[in-house]
């Protein structure tokens, strides 16, 4: 058998990085450890993520944590604070701006809407 060409290692340490990001949604998620956890360079990991999911890792992270963000405002009584917090944002102004940016509605009106 031969070895695994690079090409087709790095759709699984693209997938390895992903499962990484949803597990790990709450922390800070820099390029640099994100890329270490796919064993590659910070510049090689972000292009072939980009290749491989269509999205840069900010663009992905962002999307997963807002969607996260969405589930619980839905499915839990937990603050607006208390729901950026657990998706990883800093603070509830900027998750509030983010999540109006990608849903159109704050998050508040977002559960009122539920």
């Keep these: 058998r031969t070895p695994a060409?690079?090409?087709r290692l790095v759709p699984r340490r693209i997938h390895?990085?992903?499962d990484y990001?949803?597990?790990n949604l709450d922390g800070d998620l820099?390029?640099?450890e994100l890329a270490a956890q796919a064993g590659l360079s910070s510049f090689h990991f972000a292009r072939v993520f980009r290749r491989e999911t269509g999205e840069t890792p900010h663009q992905y992270v962002s999307r997963l944590r807002l969607e996260e963000a969405a589930r619980l405002l839905l499915a839990t009584?937990?603050?607006v604070l208390q729901i950026a917090i657990a998706v990883g944002f800093e603070n509830a102004s900027h998750f509030s701006v983010q999540f109006k940016r990608g849903y159109g509605v704050?998050?508040?009106a977002y559960r009122l809407r539920g």
């Design 77 to 79: 009584d937990q603050t």
């Design 16 to 18: 390895r990085v992903t």
């Design 5 to 7: 060409r690079p090409q």
């Design 30 to 32: 820099a390029i640099s």
């Design 21 to 23: 990001i949803r597990a």
């Design 106 to 108: 704050t998050p508040l």
